[in-house]
């Protein structure tokens, strides 16, 4: 996908463009949820990015959108830190 995704010359492609790219190459697929592997490889690869909602584009493209999750992964979500506050004060059952 990453070759295909340069040859194509930094233009996203949807995960369904990439799939027919691989048929087009000889490539057989025989599982029925190829398409879903596919996607999920591609949203667990650190080389990729979802772009749009619709497209993929490799993560070297957009640096500041990798950036962006970094810090987010980095900065614990507000509802643990409340949580976390509130556990003394919380009767459990």
């Not at 048929?23 to 599982?31: I, N, P, Q, V, W």
């Not at 999750?69 to 830190?81: G, I, L, M, R, T």
């Amino acid at each position: 996908a990453e070759k295909l995704l340069r040859l194509n010359h930094e233009h996203p492609l949807s995960t369904g463009e990439i799939m027919e790219a691989f048929k087009r190459s000889g490539m057989e697929f025989a599982s029925k949820n190829a398409l879903t592997i596919l996607y999920t490889t591609l949203k667990r690869s650190p080389k990729f990015e979802r772009i749009a909602g619709k497209a993929w584009g490799l993560a070297e493209w957009y640096p500041e959108k990798r950036k962006r999750k970094d810090q987010d992964e980095s900065n614990p979500p507000v509802s643990n830190a409340i949580e976390d506050l509130l556990e003394p004060f919380i009767r459990r059952k």
